[in-house]
């Protein structure tokens, strides 16, 4: 067993005994871990409050093959944003980030830049530095480093561009827009507007990024979260806890 040294953000636990407890990690060189961390629940742990939810640690682990539990052996706190936890709807922001980690990543495949980008996510709510589209443009970029890239700007059936199509509809299972001409026949679909098909690729690819130039209307903002939530809940294949809290 090889001892692994990572940057990871705590993304879930569990109780497994009287005293220990199993923590998934999502962690920089080394994607999702679930770990065991022996002590954990006693009085004077050795990792302290470094396995709360949403702290920001250095972990250093045992991996295990196949089923078998990595080790937790070392794990201290970089960041715990404590101010994330003085503000309810920015705990259940940071809280769907992480649970959105925790489901829709595998264990073991790194996402280096998807860690950083969770980290300087995270550090924005934290301080407050928060636009409207900071969590879509988060939810729109992770689909696009897990490989759920979805086709937001052409048709996922003939691939001809969206622009000029009054009415699109979206399809979770093909993981993109559908013109008038594809989309008969495709069960499972919601309408959405072709310009936030536009903006949500804009986001995905990384091309809107300075959001404090960016003026989007409420009913579009409202659209992009419906679009994305609804493909996030569909590729997780349930609903998540913590969407429903978040706005
Ligand atoms: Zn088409």
């Known amino acids: 067993m090889a001892a692994i040294k990572t940057p990871a953000l705590t993304v879930g636990r569990i109780d497994y005994s009287e005293t220990s407890q199993i923590v998934t990690f999502f962690a920089r060189e080394h994607g999702k871990v679930k770990a065991i961390a022996k002590g954990a629940k006693r009085k004077k742990s050795a990792f302290e409050g470094a396995l709360d939810l949403l702290a920001l640690n250095e972990i250093v682990f045992l991996e295990r093959g196949g089923d078998g539990l990595s080790i937790l052996t070392a794990c201290v706190m970089r960041d715990g944003f404590p101010e994330l936890r003085r503000d309810l709807d920015r705990l259940n922001t940071a809280l769907w980030i992480v649970e959105l980690l925790s489901e829709l990543t595998v264990e073991g495949v790194a996402h ?135 706005t």
């Open 112 to 246: 280096p830049e998807l860690f950083d980008q969770a980290v300087a996510t995270l550090a924005a709510l934290a301080r407050g530095a928060w636009h409207p589209l900071s969590l879509s443009r988060f939810e729109a970029q992770a689909l696009g480093h897990l490989g759920f890239a979805p086709r937001f700007a052409g048709c996922a059936g003939c691939r001809r561009s969206l622009d000029g199509e009054e009415r699109v509809v979206f399809s979770c299972r093909l993981g993109g827009g559908l013109c008038r001409a594809c989309r008969a026949g495709h069960e499972g679909v919601f309408p959405v507007a072709p310009g936030t098909l536009a903006l949500a690729d804009g986001l995905a690819a990384g091309r809107v990024t300075a959001l404090d130039r960016v003026r989007v209307a409420e009913p579009t903002l409202a659209d992009l979260r419906r679009l994305l939530t609804r493909y996030i809940a569909s590729l997780a294949g349930r609903e998540p806890r913590m969407l429903r809290y978040v």
